[in-house]
């Protein structure tokens, strides 16, 4: 227990960011810019993509990383 997992962005493959489990994050992947959600389960991790590599009109900026908390 206490390791960090690390997260890879499924749609390119960067190395992301490390999380503690049992939380959640939202994250821009800083190389193709897909809108990434991140659940840090038991067994794993489940990343989501909400929304691959959809620059324009979406509001999103920058690769600051939100914490969801962990319930
Ligand atoms: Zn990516």
Redesign the pocket.
């Known amino acids: 227990m206490g390791g960090k997992l690390r997260v890879n ?1 499924p ?4 190395s992301l960011f490390k999380g503690s489990k049992n939380s959640e994050l939202e994250c821009n ?1 800083p ?4 809108y990434l959600t991140v659940n840090f389960v038991a067994n794993g991790i489940s990343v989501i993509v909400k929304e691959e590599n959809k620059l324009t009109g979406s509001g999103i900026s920058g690769e600051e990383c939100k914490a969801l908390g962990n319930g």
């Open positions: 962005c749609v390119c493959g960067r992947c190389k193709c810019n897909s």
